[in-house]
């Protein structure tokens, strides 16, 4: 019989966060995704620009091996710059979703560590 993945089914007494910690890594998400957004390398057009070609430098010639050689590349980064405006895409989605745990479980500890006055 398989164990269970912990964390699938969690009692609701036993889920805890650690607020500073998700503060933390969401800090170092959201520079890690300011690197990939911003011009140079490891970006997206530094990607796309180093296996892009205006054109098919062959284009007065003949040569149908040619114009399709040139095709796969211009397909591939056509399809990397997707591929990658995808990652980003949903590398926002996910840090949006962190920065809703971490502002309701913030808010959750803040709550729960005030006193009221009667």
């Given amino acids: 019989m398989t164990k269970p993945w912990p964390g699938l089914d969690p009692k609701k007494d036993e889920v805890t966060f ?6 933390n890594v969401l800090g170092d998400l959201e520079r890690d995704l300011k690197r990939l957004q911003r011009p140079g390398p490891g970006s997206q057009t530094e990607a796309v620009s180093k296996i892009s070609m205006p054109r098919n430098p ?6 149908p091996p040619a114009d399709a050689f040139f095709t796969t590349l211009s397909n591939g980064a056509n399809f990397i710059g997707y591929t990658y405006s995808e990652v980003v895409r949903k590398y926002e989605i996910a840090l949006g979703l962190i920065r809703a745990a971490e502002q309701n479980n913030g808010s959750t500890e803040s709550g729960n560590t005030q006193t009221a006055s009667v």
């Fill in 58 to 63: 062959l284009y007065d010639v003949d040569w």
């Fill in 18 to 23: 650690n607020v500073t910690q998700l503060r």
